[in-house]
């Protein structure tokens, strides 16, 4: 068998939408699942959609993730150029070799002439077809165009009888009627190839074994065939991915502002986590565990098992992982990636390890983190009603008991650590008689000013201190006298 090789094909257009990362993925895991190679390619024929810096994200992601190219541009290779744009001359020759066989032409008609034609199409409701109407030409009037410098196009030249079948390897056999095929256009006037051209060309001079890409180009894939049996080459492995969903009816795109890569590592999303999330977006691992290293994904990944059928993109799933890989971590390789989230609402100087205790277990995503701790800085406005609490069978009246009460007994602490300071409670509970609820609920809110935090009474008192605690109990205290007079 051939060495297998895969190639990434994105064009530039400023971001990684998350079905091109899964498309990277993919390919990357199908090449090193069997020693491949896997490629790097750009596709920039369309030089009007070009994006300043838009190399710089493919390429950071791709070194982020850890998809490393054994070819592309910046490093090269036995195939290159690995840049669309620089094998135009490559293109113009094939698409002529293909006019020379008779399965392509050259079209020369207007916009005018198009546009009519397809006007007619809508208004008939039909589906847009070229009507080869430039495949008469004779040699002469060709010949006299092109002498005229009028400018002109290539156009594939399907037959309109018969069928087509492809095979791909997730979606199977497809067969389509040719009279569905249109003339798609193989060059354009500006001397650059389309997608269409271009991708069979280049996957055929680099050796793909494997093209991988998502479900939309399906269709095009009968069209793609023809050109490979036009020039006589061998059709490679299609492996089409299925669509990626927001809900039953939208993908996710980035026009409805859904997610692409850098938003999600924006928002507080570990780069293994997504990526690991990703992978699981149209595949099924055989086993109960989800959760992949990079290695462990080449291992396992066996892409006939790719679904067809569209995959969820599921927030919550997603969340769900990133936590799972959050408490993974080691306590130290937590604070330094909290840090920045830490110093967004903290100028203090807090133990920040022991914040980060509180908060590695239960933090899903690192932008949650700034709503979890800013009390830690200041005491936020808060309303006396968070002191009634049902469960804890808290009111105002023992809740003023127990800041009363536990104000002495925490300023004759000396040694202010989190034992003592949990002793005190203890010992109030215990002169009290009561549940633990009526006196922790009480100071730990009137340490926090909310309804949830990080950390319980002693952990807070422990963190911000014994002046800060004494001052915010005070302040619980004066609030709740107020509210039950
Ligand atoms: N340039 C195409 C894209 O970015 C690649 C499609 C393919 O992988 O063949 O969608």
Same mark, same amino acid.
């Given at each position: ?61 791709? #070194? ?67 009507? %080869? ?54 060059? %354009? ?32 894939? +009968? %069209? ?60 099924? +691992? ?30 919550? #799933? ?8 959050? #408490? ?101 509970? %215990? ?55």
């Amino acid at each position: 068998m051939n060495k297998v090789r895969t190639r990434f094909a994105p064009s530039p257009t400023g971001y990684m939408h998350v079905g091109n990362l899964r498309t990277a993925l993919y390919a990357y895991l199908i090449a090193k699942h069997e020693h491949g190679d896997f490629i790097l390619r750009i596709e920039d024929t369309d030089q009007e959609r070009f994006v300043e810096g838009a190399l710089d994200i493919i390429y950071d992601t791709l #070194k982020l993730t850890g998809l490393k190219h054994d070819e592309g541009p910046d490093i090269g290779g036995p195939v290159g150029p690995y840049v669309q744009s620089e094998r135009t001359d490559i293109y113009l020759k094939y698409a002529k070799d293909l006019i020379a066989k008779g399965e392509a032409y050259y079209c020369f008609c207007s916009k005018e002439r198009l546009d009519k034609l397809r006007e007619g199409a809508e208004n008939s409701k039909k589906t847009y077809k070229y009507d %080869k109407h430039c495949l008469n030409l004779s040699k002469e009037e060709i010949e006299k165009n092109l002498h005229d410098g009028i400018p002109y196009i290539i156009r594939q030249n399907n037959p309109e009888t018969g069928t087509t079948v492809f095979h791909d390897d997730i979606y199977g056999d497809i067969t389509v009627d040719n009279s569905e095929l249109d003339d798609m256009i193989l060059i %354009k006037s500006d001397g650059f190839p389309t997608y269409n051209f271009a991708n069979v060309v280049d996957d055929h001079l680099m050796g793909i074994t494997h093209v991988v890409r998502g479900s939309e180009y399906l269709s095009s894939a +009968p %069209k793609y065939n023809r050109l490979y049996e036009a020039f006589g080459w061998n059709v490679p492995t299609y492996v089409h991915c299925p669509p990626i969903m927001k809900d039953a009816h939208h993908k996710l795109s980035k026009r409805n502002g859904d997610a692409s890569f850098e938003d999600l590592i924006k928002k507080g999303y570990l780069k293994d986590a997504v990526l690991n999330y990703i992978a699981l977006l149209g595949w099924n +691992p055989r086993g109960e565990n989800e959760i992949f290293s990079l290695d462990g994904l080449v291992d396992a990944f066996d892409y006939k098992s790719i679904n067809k059928s569209p995959a969820m993109f599921d927030d919550v #799933k997603l969340k769900w992982m990133n936590g799972e890989y959050i #408490k993974k971590m080691s306590k130290e390789d937590f604070t330094q990636i909290a840090m920045p989230y830490y110093k967004k609402v903290i100028s203090k100087d807090l133990d920040f390890t022991k914040i980060s205790e509180l908060l590695q277990p239960r933090v899903e995503i690192l932008s949650e983190i700034p709503d979890f701790i800013d009390f830690f800085e200041s005491l936020p406005e808060y309303s006396e009603d968070l002191y009634v609490h049902k469960k804890m069978k808290t009111n105002f009246e023992n809740s003023i008991k127990t800041l009363e009460k536990i104000i002495p007994m925490f300023e004759s602490i000396e040694n202010w650590n989190i034992e003592n300071i949990e002793k005190a409670c203890m010992d109030l509970v %215990k002169e009290l008689g009561v549940k633990n609820g009526i006196v922790f609920w009480p100071i730990r809110t009137a340490l926090s000013g909310k309804k949830f935090s990080a950390g319980g009474a002693y952990e807070i008192a422990d963190i911000i201190g014994k002046e800060e605690s004494l001052k915010r109990l005070h302040i619980g205290l004066e609030k709740l006298k107020n509210a039950a007079n």
